[in-house]
Structures are given as structure tokens and as C-alpha cells.
């Protein structure tokens, strides 16, 4: 019976929040293949631990488990940048007109956004693309108020050029 | 327009322009199960070594030398001043002390850092 209940919550949290998830985990990385395979994996550590963290905010947790994996790759990328890494950790300051050109001008901000560091990326998003407050950000992520205002601060300095650049041929960097 | 405004806008349509793949309620739940079903499995596994490590440690530390030495009650009387008593050595005493409720949050908190997959606090 008890597995049934926490199967019930599991389910009306996952109806509620999964788009959201993995929107955010996909805007996050550029690649809605690997957005969905982190939002999953998000979940499926929600589902295991939600005794746990039913009690306070999944959705919090299950960001921060999306932030956490994009963060882990990224260090992977780092440390050892020819070994396989997922291909949205690898491309690291990519430029999707490669591969997309016909969305060029509308992806411009998401090549941008990768030459952010992943955590800079995720205050970026929860602030301007989920519309959060700083406070918000700043619960989410479990970092000091003062510590996301600095990171929007430097994350929209680094940007601007970026997002102010004209949408010429090959015109990134 | 200020750059807030332009990042706002332009997330929202590169947004629009990465279709949702859509994450399976199904398969999400089979493998959440899976999780939960090796975690447990882990952290049964973890507490037993813990156990059996404290175990170890107090046992070493009753066979190490000088542990079952019985003290002197009846010793000679002798002009020579007593030696002092030697003090037990920090390390020999650290060992039973140091076991499962020092090392017990340790484990909890890699574990659950383990779990969440926070490199940062695994390997800190």
C-alpha cells in the first residue's frame, strides 16, 4: 500500500514538474536528447529517495541532480578532454549553426550560453528563462543570494558581446 | 531593449525550437526502483563494513601490548622512586574512539553525495 501512495505522489509530481525539468535540463546542456536522458536520470534519483525528499522541495533536487551531472561532465571534459564524454559536455563552446544552420539566429543565445560554466548557466536560466527571483535562484541552488546577483552580474557582461553580435556567416568569436 | 530583456526573449525561443523528447513516467519509475533496491543493498553493505571495521579496531586495541597488563597492587618496597605511569599513547586510544559514531556521518554524507551525484562532496 505504501508503495502504491508513493507511486501516486511520485505521479502527480512527475506530471507536474518533468516538462519544466526537462526544459531547463535541455537548455542547460543545448541537446534535447541528453536534456531528456538527464531529466530521467533526475527523476529516477528522485523516485529512489522520496521518502527523503518529499519532505522539502524536489523540485530543488532534482535541479540541482541535473546541475550536478552537467557539472560532473564538465570536470570530466577538463580533465581529459579526448576521452568519450556525452557530446553536449564535449562541444563545450559549441556553435550549433554547424549542424543547424536554419536556426542560427534563434540558437545564437544557446551556443553563447555553453561558454558559460555550468553553474553560471543554470542561474542564468532559472533567473531569465524560468523567471525566477533571485531568492528563488538562490534556494535552488543552494548558494547565497549575493553569489547569484554576482553571477548574473558577470554571466550578462560575458553575454552581452555575444547576444549584441550581428548574426553574420560564421560570425561567433 | 536591455540585455535581460533580449536574454528573456531569446531563451524562450531557442527554447521553442528544441522540441521536448519527453521523459517515459514508466521507465523512470522501473529504474527508480532499481536505485532504490541497490541503495539499500549499499548502505547495508557500508554499515557492515563499518561494523566489522569498529570491531577489528577495539579488538586490536585490547591485543595491543600493555592493554592486559594487570596493575601493580603489591609491589616491593624499594628506595628507587616510582616510575611514573606511563600515559597511554593518543594513537592506542584513538582507535576504539575513533570508531562508528565519528565515522558513521562520514560514510551517511558520501553516500548520500554518492547518491546525488556530487563529485564535489565524494571526493571532499
Known amino acids: ?173 | 531593449m536591455s540585455t535581460e530583456e533580449r536574454l528573456r526573449q531569446e531563451l524562450h525561443r531557442a527554447s521553442a525550437t528544441l522540441p521536448p523528447m519527453g521523459v517515459d513516467f514508466e521507465a523512470t519509475v522501473r529504474r527508480g526502483r532499481s536505485a532504490r533496491h541497490r541503495s539499500r543493498v549499499g548502505t547495508l553493505a557500508a554499515a557492515i563494513v563499518v561494523l566489522a571495521g569498529a570491531g577489528v579496531a577495539t579488538v586490536l586495541a585490547r591485543s595491543l601490548p600493555g592493554a592486559d597488563v594487570p596493575p601493580v597492587l603489591d609491589a616491593p618496597p624499594s628506595s628507587t622512586p616510582a616510575q611514573p605511569e606511563p600515559t597511554p599513547s593518543p594513537s592506542a586510544s584513538a582507535v576504539p574512539g575513533a570508531g562508528v559514531e565519528q565515522v558513521e556521518p562520514v560514510l551517511r554524507t558520501w553516500l548520500e553525495a554518492i547518491q546525488d551525484g556530487d563529485e564535489e562532496r565524494v571526493g571532499g
Not at chain 1, 536522458?37 to 541532480?65: D, F
Open chain 1, 1 to 173: 500500500m505504501r508503495s502504491h501512495s508513493v507511486d501516486d505522489e511520485f505521479e502527480a509530481f512527475f506530471n507536474a514538474h518533468a516538462g519544466g525539468l526537462e526544459r531547463f535540463a535541455t537548455m542547460l546542456v543545448g541537446d534535447p536528447v541528453q536534456g531528456a536522458e538527464l531529466a530521467q536520470e533526475a527523476l529516477v534519483r528522485v523516485y529512489a529517495r522520496w521518502g527523503r525528499v518529499s519532505n522539502g522541495t524536489p523540485t530543488a533536487y532534482a535541479r540541482t541532480v541535473v546541475l550536478n551531472l552537467v557539472r560532473s561532465a564538465h570536470r570530466a571534459r577538463r580533465v581529459r578532454r579526448a576521452a568519450a564524454v556525452p557530446d553536449w559536455a564535449a562541444r563545450g563552446d559549441a556553435d550549433l549553426r554547424d549542424s543547424e544552420g536554419q536556426v542560427a539566429d534563434q540558437m545564437r543565445v544557446v551556443p553563447a550560453l555553453q561558454q558559460l560554466s555550468p553553474v553560471r548557466r543554470a542561474t542564468v536560466l532559472l533567473r531569465f528563462y524560468e523567471d525566477r527571483s533571485i531568492q528563488e535562484v538562490a534556494r535552488l541552488l543552494g548558494r547565497p543570494e549575493g553569489t547569484v546577483q554576482s553571477d548574473i552580474h558577470r554571466a550578462l557582461n560575458q553575454l552581452r558581446p555575444l547576444l549584441e553580435e550581428p548574426t553574420t556567416e560564421g560570425g561567433q568569436r
